[in-house]
């Protein structure tokens, strides 16, 4: 099971897979899609297509990084979609590919250290900090000894700000890919291009535009630029004095670009057609990128397929098929894809709008599908973060915790021995007094040995071990803030040939919270433990207790004991 993430500017959309057959392993089908819109910010009409926005300037806006912290909320805790194994895409001007041709090498080993050393003389000149990646791409009518390597750059800055969002909304972060690797992922998916034929594939969203050139399986050139829907949108505002939400409205619902409907009288229309001139312009200077790139001035686009927002215009397909003098349709990511798992409400969603969903859905079969070129983001520090707190931090704090009070109980006892042992001495005309304390001597070693054996045998077994380590990661970064914790035990206790036996799942989790936020805290708490990401937990109705304080020093507070279990 993959998840796929796209964050859009008035939009997250979110793709869930699962794979379809065991005897087909690259069949999938979708097992949870949604979609959460929220208001966008008014378009920068100084920006054209292909011209620079500035996407870690959004990031930084509090209202954008609510929409996308209540975005992840609604859909994968209010939704019911697991938020496990997620995907991230990222696009706009932070994100640069290029292919670029390098001497021909054998051997991984040698191709990396090849492409480290180029990836370090790049960096050194932008004078940036990037995460980097490369991809060898596959281009059989090349007519040259050098091997085309398509290069993936992000900003750490921006992607660093990205990362610290989604983070925070607590979904587990497996990869993150540029939003070109995704589209190519998605075509895959449906076999509508024969080997021979070259096609680009353009998705339109609101402020970017993704484009790959295809043939055969092979992948020859992507790219991703800023502009898209909203330049429709501004252009419409424009001519009819309007604001940016009718105006996009209008786009959608009265926009007609069909040969019978395309007259210039028509002011919406003869708007949009100015605008849709730019994608034109897209069109050509990719193609002329890609026979610069690749040193192949023959390739030709055979034919176009769009997707995205600003490929639900009502006749945009007929107008790009005049003006680029090239076949033109929209792409349906879904058209072989098993929708089956799907509920009614969200099957019809992505029936009647699918090609809003093609990122999403191309970043989840992208960890799914065995594809030649992947470019991934993902820093090497979240890699090794997430490693070492998963494996070892929590699991060492909790073999400390406990060794510490195994050594408290050790230095007690040794404590008391040598107390007795002092006392003995004093009193030894009273035989009955000595026999009596020495009886406590006897008592004290067997709690000692008792004790020890329990630890010995609790953390012997690698299930018991692994699963308090686990739970107690989940706990510490879920456990509300304002919470005060006053007790925390290995669950409940059955006594079994006079030994003490621990149940190998259960936490006993003991608090306090204030009066004010008493019960949504307790709620929140719950609701994180029995849907985190991170270790499958679980609090049971029957095994959980929140009463009010009524007396003492307390008083006025709300106490809480659950009781977690592993699922």
Known sequence: MWTGIDIGSYSVKVVQVARASLIQPNAVKVIGAARWCFDAPEYDKTKQIGQETSPENELKNLDAVKNIRTAISKIFYSGGINPKRCIIGVGGREI????????????????????????????????????????????????????????????????????????????????????????????????????????????????????????????????????????????????????????????????????????????????????????????????????????????????????????????????????????????????????????????????????????????????????????SFLPARLKKKKKFFQETVYFIAAIILITASIALLLFNVLKEQEHLKSEKEKINPLRAERKKLEESLRTAKQKKDALYNEYMAYFSEPEKKSFFANALMVISQLFPQNARLSEISLGKTSQINNKTVYESSAIIIKGQLADYMAQEEFRQFKNNINNNAIYPLIIRQEEEQLKEIKSGLLKGKWEFEVVIRKK
């Open 96 to 375: 640069n590919l290029r292919t670029v041709l390098v001497p021909p090498v054998q051997g991984t080993q040698r191709l990396n250290k090849l492409m480290e050393y180029e990836l370090g003389e790049m960096s050194s000149k932008s004078g940036a900090d990037f995460y980097q990646d490369f991809s060898p791409l596959k281009f059989p009518q090349k007519k040259y000894p050098e091997m085309p390597v398509l290069i993936g750059l992000a900003k750490k800055a921006y992607l660093d700000e990205r990362l610290k969002i989604l983070v925070n909304t607590g979904i587990s972060i497996s990869d993150i890919y540029p939003e070109p690797i995704a589209l190519l992922s998605a075509l895959l998916t449906q076999n509508i291009v024969n080997p021979v034929e070259v096609a680009m594939l353009l998705d339109i969203g609101a402020n970017n535009i993704n484009v790959i050139i295809h043939q055969g399986g092979n992948l020859l050139f992507a790219r991703n630029v800023s502009g898209g829907g909203a330049v429709f949108t501004q252009a419409i505002k424009d001519v009819m004095s309007i604001s940016f939400a009718q105006a996009e409205t209008l786009k959608l619902t009265e926009t007609n670009l069909t040969m019978a409907h395309r007259s210039q009288a028509n002011p919406i229309n003869a708007a949009v057609l100015r605008a849709v001139g730019q994608i034109h312009s897209l069109f050509q200077s990719s193609l002329s990128f890609c026979h610069a790139q690749l040193k192949a001035e023959d390739i030709k686009v055979d034919r176009v397929l769009i997707s995205g927002g600003g490929a639900r215009i009502k006749g945009l397909t007929d107008h790009l098929t005049s003006i680029l003098k090239c076949p033109t349709e929209a792409f349906n990511p879904f058209q072989t894809i098993d929708l089956s798992s799907l509920d009614e409400t969200a099957r019809q969603k992505v029936t009647e709008e699918p090609s809003d969903m093609v990122i999403a859905l191309g970043l989840a079969c992208t960890a799914m599908k065995k594809q030649t070129v992947k470019i």
